[in-house]
């Protein structure tokens, strides 16, 4: 199903006001340099203290997800909602094998989405996450079902990041030893 982007717009504020009532912030992004389309920026709730965020240790503080209705081929009946995030921690310390298996190894309880790891224009290894919410085309999105998949979102990401700042850190004072 194609949507426009005012059809995208109109689902994503509608997701967008849902999300910001249950206090977690969320704003719809316009197609232009930050959005390739329109999209959904949402702040994953997290465990992690926010009392000391500044301009300056925003993008390591924050979790940001993105958000964006899928086009599909009619005749669609259902519609999707993908939702998208990096984990900002160092996976560097770990091997190739080290990182895929202990991706493996989360994947396996997380109940929303999966993690998987790709490599950025800088070679860099960079942990992701993705999940998608689904729902019947002809009806807007259960705000629900959506609030739910970034809660377990949240969830994951802080279990994720500590695992691989836990790993980090291990790494390191295992340096120190030697």
């Known amino acids: 199903m194609a949507y426009t982007e005012e059809e995208k717009k109109e689902e994503l504020k509608r997701l967008a006001e849902f999300l910001n009532s249950v206090e977690i912030p969320a704003e719809v992004l316009e197609k232009g340099p930050y959005a390739a389309a329109v999209s959904l920026l949402i702040s994953l709730p997290t465990v992690e203290d ?9 993008a390591e503080k924050l979790h940001l997800a993105t958000a964006h209705l899928v086009d599909l081929e009619e005749p669609a009946t259902v519609k999707y909602l993908s939702l998208y995030t990096q ?12 990182l895929l298996s202990l991706i493996n190894e989360i994947n396996q ?16 290894r960079m942990v992701q996450y993705r999940a998608s919410v689904m729902g019947a085309a002809e009806l807007p999105l259960d705000e629900g079902v959506a609030t739910s998949a970034v809660l377990e979102m949240g969830i994951g990401y802080d279990h994720m990041k500590s695992v691989l700042t836990e790993s980090a850190h291990s790494e390191k004072r295992e340096g120190e030893k030697e």
């Not at 926010?50 to 925003?58: G, H, K, V, Y």
């Not at 984990?87 to 080290?98: N, P, Q, Y």
């Not at 309880?109 to 860099?124: A, K, L, Q």
């Open 50 to 58: 926010q009392a000391d965020l500044t301009e300056e240790n925003a």
């Open 87 to 98: 984990v900002r921690a160092d996976a560097g310390v770990l091997s190739e094998s080290e």
């Open 109 to 124: 309880g997380v109940r929303v989405g999966h993690f998987y790891c790709s490599r950025v224009e800088t070679g860099e």
